[in-house]
T-cell receptor, first 113, second 114 residues
Framework: SQQGEEDPQALSIQEGENATMNCSYK?????LQWYRQNSGRGLVHLIL?????REKHSGRLRVTLDTSKKSSSLLITASRAADTASYFC?????????????FGQGTILTVHP | ETGVTQSPTHLIKTRGQQVTLRCSSQ?????VSWYQQALGQGPQFIFQ???????GRGNFPPRFSGLQFPNYSSELNVNALELDDSALYLC?????????????FGPGTRLLVL
């Protein structure tokens, strides 16, 4: 079953614009992770945010987490054509489910040169 | 490159056959997880192995089984293949312990069942 639901399902922007993707989930979590996938290949880890954190930055990426609303957002600033990919959020509930990631269906991002 | 390798990259089987997929963990990682990703979907957790024991399983039938070896490499075996088993199979490795939640994925094996 899918825990995370991503919104929008697809996003098309011009190079230089910002891209924002949202993720909602259903249960309590230990952490939430964002991954990128190019053309059906392996997943690349982007950023992890723990349940006691509200915001993290990594280069052009900014992730927020609101545990009261069970939602997260990923912001990519100054997008590039190379950012074109599918983006997934994944939750880790911790405890007996530690290490079991539950993924959403992803957001397909297209950045036009 | 994550250091996680998988073989083969592509595989075609017929319904009812059996398949074995292989995964080599990143150096220093002792935990391996397997995921199935159907076309257009997010990955779904199959199971996780730690110290050669299954340590967590998703909603997959017993015909999906696995092994982890002393060098932490792993196999995923699927018996009695069905058409719906066609998917990208991903393995991911990580170290065990507090603060080691990040999983590093391999490039995947794309399985087609005819």
């Amino acid at each position: 079953s899918q825990q995370g639901e991503e919104d929008p399902q697809a996003l098309s922007i011009q190079e230089g614009e910002n891209a924002t993707m949202n993720c909602s989930y259903k249960t309590s979590i230990n952490n939430l992770q964002w991954y990128r996938q190019n053309s059906g290949r392996g997943l690349v880890h982007l950023i992890l945010i723990r349940s006691n954190e509200r915001e993290k930055h990594s280069g052009r990426l900014r992730v927020t987490l609101d545990t009261s609303k069970k939602s997260s957002s990923l912001l990519i600033t100054a997008s590039r054509a190379a950012d074109t990919a599918s983006y997934f959020c994944a939750t880790d509930e911790g405890s007996t489910s530690y290490g079991k990631l539950t993924f959403g269906q992803g957001t397909i991002l297209t950045v036009h040169p | 490159e994550t250091g996680v390798t998988q073989s083969p990259t592509h595989l075609i089987k017929t319904r009812g056959q059996q398949v074995t997929l292989r995964c080599s963990s990143q150096s220093g990682h002792n935990t391996v997880s397997w995921y199935q990703q159907a076309l257009g979907q997010g990955p779904q957790f199959i199971f996780q192995y730690y110290r050669e024991e299954e340590n967590g399983r998703g909603n997959f039938p017993p015909r999906f089984s696995g092994l982890q070896f002393p060098n932490y490499s792993s196999e995923l075996n699927v018996n009695a293949l069905e058409l719906d088993d066609s998917a990208l199979y991903l393995c991911a490795s990580r170290a065990q312990g507090v603060g080691q939640e990040t999983q590093y994925f391999g490039p995947g094996t794309r399985l087609l069942v005819l």
